[in-house]
């Protein structure tokens, strides 16, 4: 694993600073966590299923758009124009309910919300789901992470990488 991740992890991060500023890439960070705020909702008694309950209109298109507009409204603050912290905020706050929708278990997304309120999967579901807290750092958190490394760090750095290099030409 380190060798495949330490190949693409270096050039990667060496480019990436002059292409996103600092906080345009925290913002980022911070937008592809968001939806999953919503698991503080059962500590507040929020009924499983419900629209605020875990995957619900957080795990929606609508919301990343929402998410992706303030992003344009503070872009000067991002330090890019206004288009890119749209799309770049958008596409890490879409990331989530996305691959939210390839996982093997927990509740279904509510990706089409308020145009339905279904929770749904996708047909493919190759991602081992998560466990919550200290069950993660166990044998089954370890499989997960594999899983993750397999199904979305390799295909993101080589997206990443194909753009570059595009972007080079
Ligand atoms: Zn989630």
Excluded: Y
């Excluded at 992890?9 to 968001?34: D, E, H, K, N, Q």
């Excluded at 503080?40 to 499983?48: H, K």
């Excluded at 991002?78 to 927990?106: E, I, K």
């Excluded at 081992?128 to 760090?153: D, H, K, M, N, Q």
Aim: overall charge positive; aromatic content about 6%; glycine content about 8%.
């Amino acid at each position: 694993m380190p060798s495949v991740v330490g190949h693409f992890a270096i050039p990667l991060a060496s480019r990436i600073p002059r292409a996103f500023p600092p906080r345009l890439l925290v913002t980022g960070l911070i937008a592809s966590m968001l939806p999953d705020a919503d698991t503080i909702g059962a500590l507040f008694g929020i009924e499983r299923g419900t629209l605020l309950a875990h995957r619900g209109v957080t795990h929606s298109l609508a919301f990343a758009l929402v998410v992706a507009g303030i992003a344009v409204l503070g872009s000067r603050w991002l330090q890019v124009r206004a288009a890119r912290a749209g799309l770049f905020v958008l596409a890490c706050a879409l990331s989530h309910p996305l691959l939210d929708l390839l996982t093997n278990g927990g509740p279904g997304v509510m990706i089409g919300w308020p145009l339905s309120d279904a929770r749904v999967f996708a047909p493919w579901r190759p991602i081992e789901v998560s466990p919550i807290g200290a069950a993660f750092l166990s044998a089954r958190g370890l499989t997960v992470v594999a899983s993750e490394l397999v199904w979305v760090v390799a295909p993101a750095l080589m997206v990443a990488l194909a753009a570059r290099r595009a972007h080079r030409k």
